[in-house]
């Protein structure tokens, strides 16, 4: 049945009213403060061949400006790169804010803060015949002091990334020559690196946190820690940036990220079913977390460009192999978002457990709560979560084994 919409007639006063109330938002608007504007502007070395573009259906020769975090990275502007490599964009910044800029289409993203002009430089399109995924370090040219704290969080964040890449390569290649020469890779085993790497990136970001804590860039630096951790510190920090700068609007965002987080997280403590889920195999076949049922499943949460998460593959496949008569089984959840990169990381890996790609990667995140991989959740054969592991840390490792030997 549809429903009857109500009528009404206008009366006089209404008329007066209206006219009334608006008086004030046109005074408002006639006294708001003129807008301020910004100017980006910078070279980039090498642009995307025509061929390329040509082939995508699209001009990746363009410079975007947006806001969000990976895959829920949203551009809201954007500039045609010339043929000399030149760009320019005026962006509005009556209200300064935290930005990322996408410099050419899939080279290269970064922060910066609009309230000053800003020059940002970028080598631009990978002309190495081998591509690797390993963008440079960007260096923002500004007088604003939240730019000069952005590029020594950026400088962190690049020098962990590279870190990271020199551990997996020299244990990637140790474990390939095992047979011949085990010492390199028993002693490599033994390092635990990727963790200790990250625990000094850690550090030297907390460092910025705590050095400019009364800064709106430090939102950049609170989102690239493992601020799950420690929630409560960093809503702290954020509810002092809120009352220091009730305009800016990353603190706020952040905070009720914060909050979420913590009410999420209540659902996903230790002994509470796990959220469900079906996915698809390389083969389309749909695989079910439910299916499961009975035994424990180490679900892990990886991508084919994580170099953590490859590294982890073969210790993993050293407890499937020694548990897997006790009822232990592995589950590998992809969140990449190129699916013929997965195939091939799959193909390559030749883990002997079933591999599915999550089809809704926001979703997938939100309902098991991480953003960085590898993250490992143990269900038990009720369903329900038994451990989480950030990272596969020998602590992570060990942790595992004292659970499955009392299967």
Known sequence: MKKKMKCFCVKPWMIALAIISALPAAAQK???????????????QFLWPEEDCKRLGYNLNKVYIGKGEGYEYKAF?????????????????????????????????????????????????????????NP??????????????????????????QESIFVYNEEYYANQYKNTDSAWATYLAKQDRINK??????????????????????????RRTNWMKDADNTLAILDKLSAKYPWFRDAKDMKEEV?????????????????????PDPNGKNVSLASYKGK???????ASWCGPCRQAIPKVKDLYEQYRSKGFEVLGVSIDNDKKAWLKAVEEEEAPWAQV????????????????????????????????????TQEAEARLKEILNKL
């Open 296 to 302: 424990y499943v180490l679900i892990d949460f990886w």
């Open 77 to 133: 502007d954007s500039v045609t790169v010339k043929p000399d490599g030149s760009y320019s964009i005026k962006i509005n910044a009556t209200v300064p804010t935290i930005y990322r800029i996408d410099l050419l289409k899939y080279c290269n993203r970064v922060d910066f803060f609009a309230d000053a002009n800003a020059e940002i430089n970028d080598r631009g399109y990978d002309t190495a015949k081998v591509k690797i995924k």
């Open 136 to 161: 440079p370090y960007v260096f923002i040219k500004s007088q604003s002091l939240n730019n000069k704290i952005i590029n020594i969080i950026n400088h962190i964040d690049y020098y962990g990334y």
């Open 357 to 392: 790609l999550t089809p809704d990667i926001r979703k997938t995140q939100t309902d098991y709560m991480f953003s960085g991989i590898p993250t490992m959740y143990l269900i038990d054969g009720e369903g329900k979560i038994v451990d989480k592991f950030t990272g596969f």
């Open 30 to 44: 006639n006294n708001a403060a003129p807008k301020k504007w910004v100017t980006v502007s910078g070279k980039i």
């Open 197 to 222: 790497f990250q625990q000094m990136e850690s550090a030297r970001m907390r460092l910025v946190i705590d050095n400019y804590a009364d800064q709106p860039a430090v939102v950049s630096a609170l």
């Open 259 to 279: 909050k979420t987080f913590l009410v999420r997280t209540k659902m996903l403590e230790n002994g509470k079913p796990a959220p469900t889920f079906t996915y």
